[in-house]
């Protein structure tokens, strides 16, 4: 079962910026970044797999990546708004996923980094 540790949440200014790290304790095909904002559902972000996917809310201002090993995912969240303050979570899943925002196709899940605009 791949464990997943997240780091690089904070305070940041509106308009600043923030990177966020994801390490896995082993390669995974599927890896993405939700939120919880408080009092709200929980959002996909952006995923990474064979490509990656945005949610329309951080087109733009938010980047996905991994390392070369594939095992470390980051999100680069610049232009932050108030909007974007929500504890940020990690996941992953082994094999593909049909659905990138969907929360319950991924089996494995960080403690959570909190970033507040």
């Known amino acids: 079962h791949v464990q997943l540790v997240e780091s690089g949440g904070g305070m940041a200014q509106p308009g600043g910026s923030l990177r966020l790290s994801c390490a896995a304790s082993?390669?995974?095909?599927?890896m993405a970044w939700f939120r919880r904002a408080q009092g709200k559902e929980r959002e996909g972000v952006a995923a990474?797999?064979?490509?990656?996917n945005y949610a329309a809310s951080v087109k733009g201002r938010f980047t996905i990546s991994r390392d070369s090993t594939r095992k470390i995912l980051y999100l680069q969240m610049n232009s932050l708004k108030p909007e974007d303050t929500a504890m940020y979570y990690c996941?992953?899943?082994?094999?593909?996923?049909?659905?990138?925002?969907?929360?319950?196709?991924?089996?494995?899940w960080g403690q959570g980094t909190q970033v507040t605009v």
């Open positions: 990474s797999s064979s490509g990656t």
């Open positions: 996941a992953s899943k082994y094999g593909a996923v049909r659905f990138w925002d969907d929360a319950s196709a991924y089996s494995a």
């Open positions: 082993a390669y995974t095909a599927s």
